[in-house]
């Protein structure tokens, strides 16, 4: 059930992040994870946090695991650890 469990606190977005960068952790399994994270996130923050994990979520967002439909703009699992 959606809000029966605390927002994430920012040391979990840094654990996930870390797991990804470290290559612990597979794109398609980072961008599930932070996609669910973010949206989820109901606590209030300050606004240098809400805009980096927001450009984050935008990078996210723009990551495609399929060659085939790859276009100008989208990142590839590179182009995500990179952002």
Known sequence: ???????????????????????RLLASD?????LR??????AFRPTAEYEI???????VDAYCDDSSIFKPGMLDEDGLRTA
């Open 30 to 34: 980072f961008e599930s994870t932070y």
């Open 53 to 59: 994990l927001n450009g984050l979520f935008a990078a």
């Open 1 to 23: 059930m959606r809000g029966s469990q605390p927002p994430p606190a920012l040391n979990d977005y840094q654990s996930l992040l870390e797991a990804f960068v470290e290559r």
């Open 37 to 42: 994270m973010f949206k989820d996130d109901s």
